[in-house]
């Protein structure tokens, strides 16, 4: 899998501020519908081809596959300054790096922990989960729904899982405010036997850095 990676080493941002910045590049790169996914008829429903985060601070965009790697070298050329809420922030160190990244089913269990919360529950599973009895039952959902994200992430990015996923959860639940919102997040780690390069997102709104996920290194 080609992912392409703009880190901005001299900026720090607040987790909060990503979507600012996401909605201030998307208006500057209108054209490119990967970037904001709008289209014509409202709102296009896919895994985000391009993602923005923070790590350490440092606010990064994700560009994953070939045609994302071909919109994010425009960006990277001509991206000089971030425009936050009237705040002119200047970009004087950008770093690129662009890598073909194992993705996929693996051999056994790799360890994953999510470096920001994952959205796992739309509002019927979060009913459902609030409805269960035991810590067990709804461990057990989340780890489902894990599943279910892995899968749903391989299919926007046209991957056909070749065998069964498997998975482990060792997440605890935080608050979280999307859109101005209280809502339940996961943080922590988990396991599963699948390849996720450092960074991707899983879950609900992925492109402005929820259930961003980083492999842990032994």
């Known amino acids: 899998m080609k992912v392409a990676q703009l880190t901005m080493k001299d900026v720090k941002l607040m987790d909060f501020e990503i979507h600012k910045m996401r909605g201030f590049i998307g208006n500057m790169f209108e054209k490119y519908d990967l970037i904001h996914n709008h289209g014509p008829n409202g709102l296009i429903y896919r895994y985000p081809l391009i993602q923005f985060k923070t790590v350490d601070e440092s606010p990064i965009i994700l560009a994953i596959g070939d045609e994302a790697t071909r919109v994010f070298g425009e960006i990277f050329m001509t991206l000089d300054h971030l425009d936050i809420e009237g705040k002119y922030i200047p970009i004087n160190e950008k770093e690129l790096s662009v890598t073909d990244c194992p993705f996929g089913i693996a051999d056994s269990l790799i360890e994953y922990e999510f470096i920001h919360p994952w959205i796992a529950l739309n509002k019927e599973n979060y009913e459902k989960y609030q409805s269960l009895k035991t810590l067990k039952e709804k461990k057990e959902l989340v780890r489902k729904t894990l599943i279910g994200n892995i899968l749903s992430m391989s299919k926007g990015l046209e991957y056909t899982v070749p065998a069964r996923i498997e998975a482990e959860t060792t997440l605890n639940t935080t608050k979280v405010k999307l859109k101005g919102v209280d809502i339940i997040g996961f943080i922590g780690i988990f396991r ?27």
Do not use: A, L
């Not at 960074?199 to 980083?214: A, L, P």
């Open 192 to 218: 599963t036997n699948f390849e996720i390069p450092d960074f991707f997102g899983i879950g609900k709104s992925v492109s402005r850095g929820f259930g961003t996920v980083c492999g842990i290194k032994k």
